[in-house]
């Protein structure tokens, strides 16, 4: 079992930064697909960024591309998200999420059954 603990979301005005973390513990040395999803309220998760862990492809919503960046530490079994060029409407919930079986084309795929952990969340704000 995998637990995964976000951080790094708060506040911050147009234009800003942001770096989330995800901190993997338990069977972390398992993971082979980390990503970032966010979910407004009432809405479907959507998925942000995905990196698959033995190659470091990534993946990335057309919506963030340019601006977000994703990336891991192996060492520390940490996912992080760089986000850039913050705009109000990146205004959700974040979360990371991972799975130790899913296949190359189902972690970039986007679709958050591919994911079979996930963390509680983190919430950032752009104003």
């Known amino acids: 079992h995998v637990q995964l603990v976000e951080s790094g979301g708060g506040s911050v005005q147009a234009g800003g930064s942001l770096r989330l973390s995800c901190a993997a513990s338990g069977y972390a040395a398992s993971i082979v697909c980390m990503g970032w999803f966010r979910q407004a309220p009432g809405k479907e998760r959507e998925g942000v960024a995905a990196i698959y862990r033995g190659t470091g492809s990534t993946t990335y919503a057309d919506s963030v591309k340019g601006r977000f960046t994703v990336s891991q530490d192996n060492a520390r079994n940490t996912l992080y998200l760089q986000m850039n060029s913050l705009k109000p409407e990146d205004t959700v919930m974040y979360y990371c999420?991972?799975?130790?079986?899913?296949?190359?084309?189902?972690?970039?795929?986007?679709?958050?059954?591919?994911?079979?952990?996930w963390g509680q969340g983190t919430q950032v704000t752009v104003s």
């Open positions: 999420a991972a799975d130790a079986m899913t296949s190359w084309p189902r972690c970039v795929g986007g679709s958050a059954h591919a994911f079979g952990s």
